[in-house]
């Protein structure tokens, strides 16, 4: 050959290999890869950390790292790697796993991968040359020592390498994956990851989560996919199929989740979503369209319960014994199941010891008790039962002859073949009908009329204001009572496993998940919120919050509806407050939590105002509901003449504004939906040309009502972009409609003045421009004071209670919250949450009590209270169901008083700035 044909080889052999590397280095190598892509999937619980020293630090905060690295799984892994390093001669810093893993995303997934067995596949990326060889002298160090064996082995092309220690047999395989360790002592899992390569455009196991990412948001620590449909098959594993069957359609009600770990103080929180499951014949298709429930159950749960399972579905009717009375019975059964609440539970009582099965109660919430006890004496009746009764306190127990679990099917599940149908006592407490057998349900109300409960026990009650107000379903557990059940239920091996780690289970002996609906589940991509909250109570720790005084509230009949209207009340720096419930009652609460007087109101109350005295009313508390218009007197709640005002027959009021000039009778402006507006004074008049007037386009938010130079003026924005003004007759002012450029979802702050050109109004349009203008329709000013998105959702929040300032939200997708304070540039807010879509704000401006803003977040139900320099208040988010919140400044001390709505619950909370 000659030798330019040789350096014509050369040259081509040198050109192939560079245009090679140049390939892989930009397609191959910079296409990073997808852990989740390589996840099979069969797995039942998959794990992501990415900032490990942080992790570190806050288990070691909340005192968890010592219990953790004291599991037998963590000391022979230490072992190993201590080891390891002695042989390679390091100094045990430099090569720890923690500087390996840094602020890598590492991915840990769990799997079943037999009867009682489950394995765990670990993903960890390598960031540099250094990090790969690192990895692989260390393997190849172990496997020259004579304790391990390293061999490698080829599959479809690919090199696996399998360490073995000796003595036990046990194998560690690897596989290097595009500078991507996939790790796993199951080498059958690792050959799974291969077969999953075949398939690069499959599904991942986070698809129906592809655009979320949790570990994005603040103070997160770690990810959690779970999938629901084999957590029964990780049940088999731990505990005894025979202790969980009954509840493993509970299941499904939820397909999988993808949940945020945060690590704070006494608490440890999973909270995410959920996709609700489809598969025909699951528990979602019953429950889909019933409401969250709150817990009620505390006032009548003994503090010796270990577990509670809650269901909010109403029961399902059991069916009557074949017999010459049969019809009556089965018609008596399905009124007393109609007389039941859409919420039933099961509580499970601690063991005297591992071998004794625990005491069990079923709860039936019973809206009206004595229809209820009348059709129990019914069913009583017509199976036989004698008319005796026993006396617990001032509880009656009687015999139902209807068994527990046939009341119970939603919740229990069927029966299984020949399992026997235990007979049942029941009695009615507190609105509850309880169920057990004699022996149990005697134990349980002697605890209850000794007042020995979760409502009145400090513990229960700091951790029950902690868990979320309402749920579809809520599992709570006190490991410390459900000790001996545990070691009843869990399989043999591992119950030796959970003696030698007591002091992990017992860090944090309160432990609730919950999974709440979305308020809209027939809306395309609808989820289940569910968190799953560990908690540590400490001595005395009552229901105090951290930054906050103690919480004081009062407990109501039905829930409680709307946002809590705050009325100083002399002599007390705490304010009073009315509310209303879901039964349409509305009560006057006093500073001290009493209820002055109740009134019930024809419909939902959207308006609510105090009124002041004038020409023709003596003032009082104005509000609206139904087709009514009520003036109410704080101190008896009588109504003062001419009031109640009724609107058309087929009208119903969603919001009221007042108005009341000095020297003139009040106004009142109504508005019945987005387009119809009625304009009143105190006598009930209505005058020309608002009856109703009738706009032209849906209201962006609430109509203005002013009094300018004597004149009544109504500033109307509607959604279309235009500010429409009219006079008391209904005219439009000159200069109007203006147009502000770009769509409204707000209403209008108001500067009002004594002339119409003086006066200023301000809106935001949707293309984040504060526009300013007057009541002779000049444009004033035009900023922008956001940026701007197709996607971002802008809206004005004039301040609560009147005043001229004002704030703007921003919500954008992905969670994404801005609160601006015009005219400051930068948000004094900024927050990324959960939920997406606007989020309800509230701005109160206090003076020189300073600013606050409460922003809601339904879909967990909880309110976050910011200060001006956007300090969370309290330290945390505060549950709340309600629309709103009320708050005052007491200046004196300089702390503000929260009023929220929990539930059937009114609560009260001091905070600190």
């Given at each position: 050959?000659?030798?330019?044909?040789?350096?014509?080889?050369?040259?081509?052999?040198?050109?192939?290999?560079?245009?090679?590397?140049?390939?892989?280095?930009?397609?191959?190598?910079?296409?990073?890869?997808?852990?989740?892509?390589?996840?099979?999937?069969?797995?039942?619980?998959?794990?992501?950390?990415?900032?490990?020293?942080?992790?570190?630090?806050?288990?070691?905060?909340?005192?968890?790292?010592?219990?953790?690295?004291?599991?037998?799984?963590?000391?022979?892994?230490?072992?190993?790697?201590?080891?390891?390093?002695?042989?390679?001669?390091?100094?045990?810093?430099?090569?720890?796993?923690?500087?390996?893993?840094?602020?890598?995303?590492?991915?840990?997934?769990?799997?079943?991968?037999?009867?009682?067995?489950?394995?765990?596949?670990?993903?960890?990326?390598?960031?540099?040359?250094?990090?790969?060889?690192?990895?692989?002298?260390?393997?190849e160090?172990?496997?020259?020592?004579?304790?391990?064996?390293?061999?490698?082995?080829?599959?479809?092309?690919?090199?696996?390498?399998?360490?073995?220690?000796?003595?036990?047999?046990?194998?560690?395989?690897?596989?290097?994956?595009?500078?991507?360790?996939?790790?796993?002592?199951?080498?059958?899992?690792?050959?799974?990851?291969?077969?999953r390569?075949?398939?690069?455009?499959?599904?991942?196991?986070?698809?129906?989560?592809?655009?979320?990412?949790?570990?994005?948001?603040?103070?997160?620590?770690?990810?959690?996919?779970?999938?629901?449909?084999?957590?029964?098959?990780?049940?088999?594993v731990?505990f005894?199929?025979?202790?969980?069957?009954?509840?493993?359609?509970?299941?499904?009600?939820?397909?999988?989740?993808?949940?945020?770990?945060?690590?704070?103080g006494?608490?440890?929180?999973?909270?995410?979503?959920?996709?609700?499951?489809?598969?025909?014949?699951?528990?979602?298709?019953?429950?889909?369209?019933?409401?969250?429930?709150?817990?009620?159950?505390?006032?009548v749960?003994?503090?010796?319960?270990?577990?509670?399972?809650?269901?909010?579905?109403?029961?399902?009717?059991?069916?009557?014994?074949?017999?010459?009375?049969?019809?009556?019975?089965?018609?008596?059964?399905?009124?007393?199941?109609?007389?039941?609440?859409?919420?039933?539970?099961?509580?499970?009582?601690?063991?005297?010891?591992?071998?004794?099965?625990?005491?069990?109660?079923?709860?039936?919430r019973?809206?009206?008790?004595?229809?209820?006890?009348?059709?129990?004496?019914?069913?009583?009746?017509?199976?036989?039962?004698?008319?005796?009764?026993?006396?617990?306190?001032?509880?009656?127990?009687?015999?139902?002859?209807?068994?527990?679990?046939?009341?119970?099917?939603?919740?229990?599940?069927?029966?299984?073949?020949?399992?026997?149908?235990?007979?049942?006592?029941?009695?009615?407490?507190?609105?509850?009908?309880?169920?057990?057998?004699?022996?149990?349900?005697?134990?349980?109300?002697?605890?209850?009329?000794?007042?020995?409960?979760?409502?009145?026990?400090?513990?229960?009650?700091?951790?029950?204001?902690?868990?979320?107000?309402?749920?579809?379903?809520?599992?709570?557990?006190?490991?410390?009572?459900?000790?001996?059940?545990?070691?009843?239920?869990?399989?043999?091996?591992?119950?030796?496993?959970?003696?030698?780690?007591?002091?992990?289970?017992?860090?944090?002996?309160?432990?609730?998940?919950?999974?709440?609906?979305?308020?809209?589940?027939?809306?395309?991509?609808?989820?289940?919120?569910?968190?799953?909250?560990?908690?540590?109570p400490?001595?005395?720790?009552?229901?105090?919050?951290?930054?906050?005084?103690?919480?004081?509230?009062?407990?109501?009949?039905?829930?409680?509806?709307?946002?809590?209207?705050?009325?100083?009340?002399?002599?007390?720096?705490?304010?009073?407050?009315?509310?209303?419930?879901?039964?349409?009652?509305?009560?006057?609460?006093?500073?001290?939590?009493?209820?002055?007087w109740?009134?019930?109101?024809?419909?939902?109350?959207?308006?609510?105002?105090?009124?002041?005295a004038?020409?023709?009313?003596?003032g009082?508390?104005?509000?609206?509901?139904?087709?009514?218009?009520?003036?109410?007197?704080?101190?008896?709640?009588?109504?003062?003449?001419?009031?109640?005002?009724?609107?058309?027959?087929?009208?119903?009021?969603?919001?009221?504004?007042?108005?009341?000039?000095?020297?003139?009778a009040?106004?009142?402006?109504?508005?019945?939906?987005?387009?119809?507006?009625?304009l009143?004074?105190?006598?009930?008049?209505?005058?020309?040309?608002?009856?109703?007037?009738?706009?032209?386009?849906p209201?962006?938010?609430?109509?203005?009502?002013?009094?300018?130079?004597?004149?009544?003026?109504?500033?109307?924005?509607?959604?279309?972009?235009?500010?429409?003004?009219?006079?008391?007759?209904?005219?439009?002012?000159?200069?109007?409609?203006?147009?502000?450029?770009?769509?409204?979802?707000?209403?209008?702050?108001?500067?009002?003045?004594?002339?119409?050109?003086?006066?200023?109004?301000?809106?935001?349009?949707?293309?984040?421009?504060?526009?300013?203008?007057?009541?002779v329709?000049?444009?004033?000013?035009?900023?922008?004071?956001?940026?701007?998105?197709?996607?971002a959702?802008?809206?004005?929040?004039?301040?609560?209670?009147?005043?001229?300032?004002?704030?703007?939200?921003?919500?954008?997708?992905?969670?994404?919250?801005?609160?601006?304070?015009?005219?400051?540039?930068?948000?004094?807010?900024?927050?990324r949450?959960?939920?997406?879509?606007?989020?309800?704000?509230?701005?109160?401006?206090?003076?020189?009590?300073?600013?606050?803003?409460?922003v809601?977040?339904?879909g967990?139900?909880?309110?976050?209270?910011?200060?001006?320099?956007?300090?969370?208040?309290?330290?945390?988010?505060?549950?709340?169901?309600?629309?709103?919140?009320?708050?005052?400044?007491?200046?004196?001390?300089?702390?503000?008083?929260?009023?929220?709505?929990?539930?059937?619950?009114?609560?009260?909370?001091?905070?600190?700035?």
């Open positions: 050959m000659s030798r330019k044909l040789w350096a014509l080889l050369v040259a081509l052999a040198l050109l192939l290999a560079l245009a090679t590397y140049v390939y892989y280095r930009r397609t191959v190598a910079a296409q990073p890869v997808d852990a989740y892509a390589l996840v099979p999937d069969d797995a039942v619980l998959v794990l992501t950390t990415r900032d490990h020293p942080a992790l570190v630090r806050h288990l070691q905060e909340i005192q968890l790292w010592d219990n953790l690295t004291a599991v037998r799984y963590a000391q022979q892994a230490a072992d190993h790697l201590a080891v390891a390093d002695s042989l390679a001669g390091g100094t045990g810093r430099n090569g720890s796993l923690l500087a390996l893993l840094g602020r890598k995303q590492v991915v840990t997934s769990v799997h079943v991968t037999g009867p009682g067995v489950f394995d765990v596949l670990y993903q960890v990326p390598l960031a540099s040359v250094r990090e790969y060889r690192q990895v692989r002298g260390l393997l160090t172990l496997g020259r020592d004579r304790r391990y064996r390293l061999r490698q082995r080829l599959l479809d092309g690919q090199e696996l390498s399998v360490l073995t220690e000796v003595r036990t047999e046990t194998s560690l395989t690897v596989f290097n994956y595009r500078n991507h360790l996939i790790i796993s002592t199951n080498a059958a899992l690792v050959e799974a990851v291969l077969q390569l075949r398939h690069p455009g499959a599904p991942t196991v986070l698809a129906r989560f592809a655009d979320t990412d949790v570990l994005r948001l603040p103070e997160i620590d770690a990810a959690l996919w779970l999938n629901f449909r084999r957590l029964p098959q990780l049940l088999d731990l005894r199929p025979a202790a969980h069957a009954r509840y493993d359609h509970l299941a499904t009600l939820a397909a999988d989740g993808l949940l945020g770990l945060r690590l704070t006494p608490v440890a929180e999973l909270a995410g979503f959920a996709n609700p499951e489809t598969a025909h014949g699951a528990l979602q298709a019953q429950a889909l369209g019933q409401p969250a429930q709150p817990f009620g159950l505390a006032a749960l003994p503090t010796r319960t270990a577990l509670v399972v809650q269901l909010a579905m109403r029961p399902l009717a059991p069916s009557g014994s074949a017999g010459a009375d049969s019809a009556g019975l089965r018609v008596a059964l399905d009124s007393l199941a109609a007389t039941f609440g859409p919420e039933m539970a099961v509580a499970y009582l601690a063991a005297a010891a591992p071998g004794v099965a625990p005491g069990r109660l079923a709860y039936l019973c809206p009206a008790p004595a229809r209820t006890a009348r059709w129990l004496g019914e069913v009583r009746r017509r199976t036989g039962q004698p008319p005796a009764f026993t006396r617990v306190g001032g509880y009656k127990i009687h015999p139902l002859g209807v068994a527990v679990d046939a009341l119970l099917r939603p919740l229990l599940g069927p029966a299984a073949p020949g399992e026997p149908v235990p007979a049942s006592a029941g009695a009615l407490v507190d609105g509850y009908l309880v169920m057990a057998d004699a022996a149990t349900l005697a134990g349980a109300l002697d605890d209850v009329g000794a007042g020995l409960t979760w409502a009145r026990t400090p513990a229960y009650a700091a951790f029950l204001a902690r868990t979320l107000p309402r749920a579809r379903l809520g599992l709570y557990l006190d490991t410390r009572n459900a000790w001996n059940g545990l070691l009843r239920a869990l399989t043999e091996d591992r119950r030796a496993g959970l003696l030698r780690n007591e002091a992990l289970f017992k860090r944090f002996p309160q432990m609730a998940w919950q999974l709440v609906p979305a308020p809209d589940e027939a809306a395309p991509g609808a989820q289940y919120f569910g968190r799953l909250l560990l908690h540590r400490s001595a005395g720790m009552g229901a105090v919050l951290a930054g906050a005084g103690e919480v004081r509230g009062r407990v109501f009949r039905s829930p409680l509806v709307g946002t809590p209207l705050l009325v100083a009340a002399a002599g007390t720096r705490v304010p009073a407050a009315l509310v209303q419930d879901s039964a349409g009652v509305a009560y006057f609460v006093s500073p001290d939590n009493g209820v002055v109740a009134d019930s109101l024809v419909g939902a109350l959207v308006g609510a105002g105090p009124l002041p004038g020409p023709g009313t003596a009082g508390l104005a509000l609206a509901a139904g087709r009514r218009v009520h003036l109410l007197a704080p101190a008896d709640g009588h109504e003062a003449p001419p009031f109640p005002l009724n609107l058309p027959d087929t009208v119903r009021a969603t919001a009221l504004q007042t108005s009341a000039p000095a020297g003139v009040p106004r009142l402006l109504v508005a019945a939906g987005a387009q119809a507006l009625f009143l004074d105190a006598a009930g008049r209505q005058y020309p040309g608002w009856g109703p007037k009738v706009l032209d386009f209201l962006a938010g609430a109509a203005s009502l002013l009094s300018v130079g004597g004149r009544d003026v109504v500033v109307c924005p509607l959604q279309n972009g235009y500010v429409y003004a009219y006079d008391q007759r209904g005219g439009l002012l000159p200069g109007f409609p203006l147009s502000v450029g770009a769509r409204l979802m707000s209403g209008v702050a108001v500067q009002a003045a004594t002339t119409l050109g003086r006066t200023r109004l301000t809106v935001v349009n949707q293309h984040g421009e504060l526009v300013t203008f007057t009541l329709g000049d444009v004033l000013a035009r900023r922008r004071v956001a940026t701007w998105s197709r996607t959702t802008f809206r004005l929040v004039p301040a609560t209670g009147g005043g001229t300032s004002y704030g703007v939200a921003r919500d954008d997708e992905g969670g994404r919250y801005d609160f601006y304070l015009p005219p400051w540039a930068a948000p004094v807010v900024s927050h949450f959960v939920t997406s879509g606007p989020k309800p704000t509230q701005f109160f401006d206090f003076g020189s009590g300073g600013r606050v803003v409460a809601g977040e339904p967990p139900a909880l309110a976050y209270v910011f200060d001006a320099q956007g300090r969370l208040l309290g330290g945390q988010p505060l549950a709340s169901t309600g629309a709103g919140v009320g708050l005052a400044y007491h200046a004196a001390t300089g702390t503000y008083q929260l009023v929220r709505l929990v539930g059937r619950e009114l609560r009260r909370t001091e905070l600190r700035p």
